[in-house]
């Protein structure tokens, strides 16, 4: 297949970027490593009349950390391959570092960008799950200025997002890690590279008790967006992290998820591989936060 014809425009500055969309609004989309793009149009399932390549916004390929506050700051143009090996990635936002091996192909990583693929928003992507568990703040621009968007309002369903027209995807910031944290990514595919039949993605912190003080999980192929398992989490709060509050956990996350069933998992796997893998993961970052909160004392 073969896409549909476009004008294909590259500008040198993120102004000229969002004067471009400004212009051409629907008509025109932005382009940054393609890897989930140039298929969509392939496939005619996007036809956009206007490509605008922001390849050459090397200032949006940043990855900052804020003195003040620890935030980590990830520009538009931040690349899977980087958030796989930098070691500030891994320093400060370690479950993003382990999501990111498990994304399609180290071909792929080498040119998709992360602003993109939360852009893309597919349900079944590893990336917009670890955001909503990190609690991140999107920030979107246009020619009419900045707004900021909690992570947990920007995805509204499958391939859907609350972009506006005109808007970009300009930068993602993600908190520092609380003290006693433990994370965990873990995920189930018929070969490395598909697309995961259950992924859950969790982060949790220990009040110095030694009881969980918060807790989040979310989970990929679990509904048409990045599926919240408030119940589960929830059931967490004030419990000391051991193997039968993890297993009672689990045990609500079919309360949460709305999973669609594929050609790769029916919708019955689907649930049960949901409470397998967050069992999986509640025990990996309940063992990270512990230990933790071991080193610390």
């Excluded at 382009?31 to 490509?51: C, D, E, W």
């Excluded at 796989?84 to 990583?109: G, K, S, W, Y």
């Excluded at 070969?191 to 969980?212: F, K, N, S």
Aim: include cysteine; hydrophobic fraction near 45%; charged fraction near 20%.
């Amino acid at each position: 297949m073969k896409p549909a014809p476009f004008d294909y425009l590259r500008p040198q500055t993120r102004d000229e970027a969002l004067t471009l969309k400004a212009e051409h609004g629907d008509d025109a989309m932005f382009l940054a490593g393609g890897q989930s793009l140039v298929p969509a149009m392939n496939f005619r399932m996007a036809q956009p009349t206007v490509l605008i390549d922001i390849g050459a916004l090397d200032d949006q390929a940043t990855i900052t950390i804020d003195p003040a506050s620890g935030a980590l700051h990830l520009g538009s143009r931040v690349r899977h391959r980087q958030l796989e090996f930098d070691p500030q990635i891994a320093a400060t936002a370690p479950l993003l570092a382990e999501a990111a091996p498990l994304v399609a192909h180290a071909q792929i990583r080498n040119r998709g960008t992360l602003c993109g693929n939360l852009a893309h928003a597919d349900p079944a992507s590893e990336f917009p799950a670890v955001m909503l568990a990190l609690d991140a703040t999107f920030w979107v621009a246009s020619t009419a200025g900045k707004r900021e968007l909690a992570a947990k309002d920007f995805f509204l369903g499958i391939y859907t997002t609350a972009l506006e027209e005109t808007e970009m995807l300009v930068e993602v910031v993600l908190p520092a890690s609380p003290p006693r944290s433990g994370y965990a990514f873990v995920e189930m595919a018929r070969r490395p590279g598909d697309y995961a039949q259950m992924g859950v993605a969790v982060c949790m912190a220990l009040h110095e008790t030694g009881t969980i003080e918060s807790a989040r999980i979310v989970l990929c192929s679990a509904g048409d967006t990045p599926m919240n398992a408030h119940n589960a989490a929830s059931a967490l709060i004030g419990e000391v992290p051991d193997q039968p509050v993890f297993e009672a956990a689990a045990a609500l996350v079919d309360q949460d998820i709305a999973p669609l069933g594929s050609v790769h998992a029916s919708a019955e796997f689907q649930r049960h591989l949901a409470q397998v893998l967050t069992r999986r993961a509640l025990s990996i970052a309940g063992a990270r936060a512990t230990g933790e909160r071991r080193q610390a004392a």
